[in-house]
């Protein structure tokens, strides 16, 4: 039998301040001819969107195979053979229940936690949301149990819904009842936390250092020329690519760093963070891309703009806050704007999984190990509606989804039974989680 | 979290019911006629029988008695899904037919897909019940509560939420085993309403054609038209449930026993005055509903204007 020693899963490239990770490479498998057996892990993703989005513009009219997507969803037509969109998924501790207004700090709270939060500007309590609990499990295997990470600056106190705390709406993830953990905003402290020795620097240290700057890639060069030595044509290939990719990520941050001297030296926005919308998305998602790629962690949340949000869209032209405009009263201009919204959104996503399937890992993509979820606490924004909620998965959880379809459940199907399944995915098994009544079939191949 | 400065809203009601006989129509018109008085509100709606159908026309007289809500409050309406048990009903009651095929209708069921599970409608539902502000009432087997009993936690939710399950005999014994089940392990008291009360306290079919001619087209009318042959009075068992769950200190009906399980007993000097509120609340028109009730919505809009 002809064996092979195996490159480590986690092996690094090291140098000053520096711990680069590595994709999965053909030599990471134990054995010639192993290659097929070892199976890359499976990874979750959440991409929320704040405000419900417009449904007659996100449900198609049919069941089964994707086929034309309608309007909002258009972006992932090309794609559509990797995504399932699900119908009637509901959150009823996002409701009012007995607890008045606040649906946007209720639907944002109780998304990935499954329970009611209480109605407190002071004394938050929410639950542990899911994602924490496969990255309490899963998170063991890899340098982050979990990333958190948005797009917005967003305060973590005071009231920012009828008498809900900011605290939830401002996050997705929550390690405990009563802790929420709050996003990285900063694609640099992002970058520096993936890439470097976990010592933030102040802006105006990093300016300093600028005089110098170098590429994380320089400081890693050692070790790069001996590994690639190691490695057959094809991981040579996946390597400069990854690394290229990298550098690329690198290179649009010191150019957002720069714009962003220039437009106002004494902003109050992180240093690094852009002034274009899609700039910055596809900045955090090329860098989620790359973790996930090189299996810094498996569990990311991204809340792409905090729930209830007034964020203007001027990069589409429009200047409406968001949420005001989701309170249309039916008006047709008003809920084209956020149609338009919707999609510009969709839009940013769709180029983000073209990505990630454009990654090849193990036999397949790296899309295909994946499950990223992209939706909304809320329906209908107009309405504040808790059913039906906006929910689509790109990836196949490791192969084992049939993708390609919309599977349309009973009414009040709680969300929660669509966590229960993606944990099993995860290879965390629990029996109930917020008020789950099951494990949400029809999903798998088999 | 419960406002304790609040008032608390009219009783919610879930009616679990196999819609099998006019009697259940005509319970469930009799909620409609006390939501319009706002002496009841329906929390869940549930059919136990599998039948399509019927689940279709329980969505229908919501939207018929939803028909006189306009403007502002229309737009923010929300019809709370109907519960259909899965399966193939045993019988598909043709009562149904006329009103599922009447254009003049408005439903939103097509598919299974638009009911809901009737162990999760009825949870959700009791979600958003105050305490001991709620009532259940069965009318047919007891299949959809059985399997309630089973869920995660709901067991803990029925006792805190719920004060009394009105059973209407009739039909119960269609799957014993799970009425021995309910009867066993619901955690509240439970009132049943025998065959004979019901039978007693016949609806006259002559108030079908005087005391529903508010609409030219009605469900429950048509109903009743397709159900047995004119003329006809239906035994009243699962009206009867409903009156009691609703009004249970109105002096309609006396009780028999003692302890968490007992029986409705006639009262025969009432038996008037009850056909009388049968035929008031279940031939009651249509009238604009209000709003959700949200205790402190007014004092949080004020503080969304501020900001």
Same mark, same amino acid.
């Given at each position: 039998?002809?064996?092979? %020693?195996?490159?480590?899963?986690?092996?690094?490239?090291?140098?000053?301040?520096?711990?680069?990770?590595?994709?999965?490479?053909?030599?990471?498998?134990?054995?010639?001819?192993?290659?097929?057996?070892?199976? /890359?892990?499976?990874?979750?993703?959440?991409?929320?969107?704040?405000?419900?989005?417009?449904?007659?513009?996100?449900?198609?009219?049919?069941?089964?195979?994707?086929?034309?997507?309608?309007?909002?969803?258009?972006?992932?037509?090309?794609?559509?053979?990797?995504?399932?969109?699900?119908?009637?998924?509901?959150? $009823?501790?996002?409701?009012?229940?007995?607890?008045?207004?606040?649906?946007?700090?209720?639907?944002?709270?109780?998304?990935?936690?499954?329970?009611?939060?209480?109605?407190?500007?002071?004394?938050?309590?929410?639950?542990?949301?899911?994602?924490?609990?496969?990255?309490?499990?899963?998170?063991?295997?890899?340098?982050?149990?979990?990333?958190?990470?948005?797009?917005?600056?967003?305060?973590?106190?005071?009231?920012?819904?009828?008498?809900?705390?900011?605290?939830?709406?401002?996050?997705?993830?929550?390690?405990?009842?009563?802790?929420?953990?709050? /996003?990285?905003?900063?694609?640099?402290?992002?970058?520096?936390?993936?890439?470097?020795?976990?010592?933030?620097?102040?802006?105006?240290?990093?300016?300093?250092?600028?005089?110098?700057?170098?590429?994380?890639?320089?400081?890693?060069?050692?070790?790069?020329?001996?590994?690639?030595?190691?490695?057959?044509?094809?991981?040579?290939?996946?390597?400069?690519?990854?690394?290229?990719?990298?550098?690329?990520?690198?290179?649009?941050?010191? %150019?957002?760093? %720069?714009?962003?001297?220039?437009?106002?030296?004494?902003?109050?926005?992180?240093?690094?963070?852009?002034?274009?919308?899609?700039?910055?998305?596809?900045?955090?998602?090329?860098?989620?891309?790359?973790?996930?790629?090189?299996?810094?962690?498996?569990?990311?949340?991204?809340?792409?703009?905090?729930?209830?949000?007034?964020?203007?869209?001027?990069?589409?032209?429009? /200047?409406?806050?968001?949420?005001?405009?989701?309170?249309?009263? $039916?008006?047709?201009?008003?809920?084209?704007?956020?149609?338009?919204?919707?999609?510009?959104?969709?839009?940013?996503?769709?180029?983000?999984?073209? %990505?990630?399937?454009?990654?090849?890992?193990?036999?397949?993509?790296?899309?295909? $190990?994946?499950?990223?979820?992209?939706?909304?606490?809320?329906?209908?924004?107009?309405?504040?509606?808790?059913?039906?909620? /906006?929910?689509?998965?790109?990836?196949?959880?490791?192969?084992?989804?049939?993708?390609?379809?919309?599977?349309?459940?009973?009414?009040?199907?709680?969300?929660?039974?669509?966590?229960?399944?993606?944990?099993?995915?995860?290879?965390?098994?629990?029996?109930?989680?917020?008020?789950?009544?099951?494990?949400?079939?029809?999903?798998?191949?088999? | 979290?419960?406002?304790?400065?609040?008032?608390?809203?009219?009783?919610?009601?879930?009616?679990?019911?196999?819609?099998?006989?006019?009697?259940?129509?005509?319970?469930?018109?009799?909620?409609?006629?006390?939501?319009?008085?706002?002496?009841?509100?329906?929390?869940?709606?549930?059919?136990?029988?599998?039948?399509?159908?019927?689940?279709?026309?329980?969505?229908?007289?919501?939207?018929?008695?939803?028909?006189? &809500?306009?403007? &502002?409050?229309?737009?923010?309406?929300?019809?709370?899904?109907?519960?259909?048990?899965?399966?193939?009903?045993?019988?598909?009651?043709?009562?149904?037919?006329?009103?599922?095929?009447?254009?003049?209708?408005?439903?939103?069921?097509?598919?299974?897909?638009?009911?809901?599970?009737?162990?999760?409608?009825?949870?959700?539902?009791?979600?958003?019940?105050?305490?001991?502000?709620?009532?259940?009432?069965?009318?047919?087997?007891?299949?959809?509560?059985?399997?309630?009993?089973?869920?995660?936690?709901?067991?803990?939710?029925?006792?805190?939420?719920?004060?009394?399950?009105?059973?209407?005999? &009739?039909?119960?014994?269609?799957?014993?085993?799970?009425?021995?089940?309910?009867?066993?392990?619901?955690?509240?008291?439970?009132?049943?309403?025998?065959?004979?009360?019901?039978?007693?306290?016949?609806?006259?079919?002559?108030?079908?054609?005087?005391?529903?001619?508010?609409?030219?087209?009605?469900?429950?009318?048509?109903?009743?038209?397709?159900?047995?042959?004119?003329?006809?009075?239906?035994?009243?068992?699962?009206?009867?449930?409903?009156?009691?769950?609703?009004?249970?200190?109105?002096?309609?009906?006396?009780?028999?026993?003692?302890?968490?399980?007992?029986?409705?007993?006639?009262?025969?000097?009432?038996?008037?005055?009850?056909?009388?509120?049968?035929?008031?609340?279940?031939?009651?028109?249509?009238?604009?509903?209000?709003?959700?009730?949200?205790?402190?919505?007014?004092?949080?809009?004020?503080?969304?204007?501020?900001?």
């Amino acid at each position: 039998m002809i064996t092979k %020693k195996a490159l480590p899963r986690r092996t690094f490239l090291r140098g000053l301040g520096t711990a680069v990770a590595l994709p999965f490479l053909d030599a990471m498998a134990p054995a010639l001819g192993a290659a097929k057996s070892v199976k /890359p892990p499976v990874r979750m993703a959440f991409v929320y969107v704040p405000n419900g989005i417009v449904m007659q513009g996100w449900n198609p009219e049919y069941e089964g195979t994707l086929g034309e997507l309608p309007r909002i969803l258009k972006p992932l037509e090309p794609y559509r053979q990797d995504i399932t969109l699900f119908g009637n998924l509901t959150h $009823n501790t996002g409701r009012a229940l007995l607890d008045g207004a606040g649906d946007h700090g209720r639907c944002c709270a109780s998304y990935l936690t499954g329970v009611q939060p209480r109605k407190t500007v002071i004394d938050i309590k929410a639950g542990v949301s899911f994602d924490q609990i496969v990255a309490n499990q899963v998170g063991k295997a890899t340098r982050f149990p979990s990333l958190e990470l948005g797009m917005e600056d967003a305060r973590q106190a005071g009231d920012c819904d009828s008498g809900y705390s900011c605290a939830y709406t401002n996050n997705l993830a929550w390690k405990s009842e009563t802790q929420p953990l709050p /996003p990285v905003l900063d694609p640099r402290a992002l970058f520096e936390r993936l890439f470097g020795n976990g010592v933030a620097m102040t802006p105006a240290a990093r300016a300093r250092e600028n005089l110098y700057r170098r590429s994380i890639l320089d400081f890693v060069s050692d070790d790069t020329h001996k590994l690639e030595t190691d490695l057959g044509p094809t991981d040579r290939r996946k390597l400069d690519e990854y690394l290229s990719s990298i550098r690329e990520i690198e290179r649009q941050i010191e %150019k957002t760093e %720069k714009d962003n001297a220039q437009i106002d030296p004494h902003m109050e926005k992180p240093y690094g963070v852009p002034a274009d919308f899609a700039e910055h998305f596809k900045l955090m998602t090329d860098m989620m891309t790359v973790a996930f790629q090189s299996d810094l962690t498996r569990v990311i949340t991204f809340l792409v703009t905090h729930e209830g949000t007034s964020r203007p869209y001027r990069e589409i032209d429009i /200047p409406d806050g968001h949420h005001p405009l989701t309170h249309h009263r $039916n008006q047709p201009d008003l809920i084209e704007k956020v149609t338009q919204i919707n999609s510009y959104h969709v839009r940013q996503f769709a180029a983000w999984i073209a %990505k990630i399937r454009s990654i090849r890992e193990g036999d397949g993509s790296l899309l295909d $190990n994946c499950m990223i979820v992209y939706g909304a606490g809320l329906s209908d924004g107009n309405r504040h509606l808790h059913e039906d909620l /906006p929910t689509l998965i790109a990836g196949r959880g490791g192969s084992h989804f049939k993708s390609g379809r919309r599977i349309v459940y009973r009414k009040e199907t709680p969300m929660c039974n669509l966590y229960l399944a993606m944990m099993d995915r995860m290879g965390v098994h629990v029996e109930h989680f917020g008020d789950s009544t099951g494990r949400l079939d029809a999903l798998d191949l088999t | 979290m419960q406002f304790p400065n609040a008032a608390k809203p009219p009783v919610g009601v879930l009616f679990d019911s196999a819609m099998g006989r006019i009697d259940d129509v005509l319970a469930l018109a009799m909620l409609h006629g006390f939501e319009g008085k706002d002496q009841a509100r329906i929390a869940a709606v549930c059919v136990s029988s599998g039948d399509l159908q019927a689940a279709r026309f329980c969505d229908t007289l919501a939207h018929f008695y939803a028909s006189a &809500t306009t403007g &502002t409050a229309a737009m923010f309406m929300r019809f709370t899904p109907i519960g259909l048990a899965e399966g193939k009903p045993a019988a598909e009651p043709a009562m149904f037919k006329p009103a599922t095929a009447n254009p003049a209708y408005a439903s939103s069921i097509k598919s299974i897909d638009d009911t809901a599970d009737p162990g999760t409608l009825i949870r959700n539902a009791l979600t958003a019940q105050y305490d001991q502000n709620a009532a259940v009432v069965l009318s047919g087997p007891a299949t959809d509560l059985a399997k309630l009993l089973d869920m995660y936690g709901v067991k803990d939710w029925i006792a805190r939420k719920v004060r009394l399950l009105a059973v209407a005999e &009739t039909g119960v014994e269609a799957d014993a085993a799970a009425a021995r089940k309910v009867f066993a392990g619901w955690p509240t008291p439970i009132v049943t309403v025998g065959r004979e009360i019901g039978e007693a306290l016949p609806f006259p079919g002559e108030s079908v054609a005087r005391d529903f001619a508010s609409s030219t087209d009605h469900p429950v009318v048509d109903a009743y038209r397709a159900y047995r042959q004119m003329p006809y009075d239906a035994p009243s068992g699962a009206m009867a449930a409903v009156l009691y769950a609703v009004r249970p200190n109105d002096g309609y009906f006396k009780l028999s026993g003692s302890g968490p399980l007992r029986s409705l007993v006639l009262d025969p000097e009432q038996k008037e005055r009850i056909v009388r509120a049968y035929i008031e609340l279940a031939s009651a028109k249509p009238v604009p509903r209000k709003p959700p009730h949200r205790p402190d919505e007014k004092k949080d809009d004020k503080k969304d204007e501020k900001k």
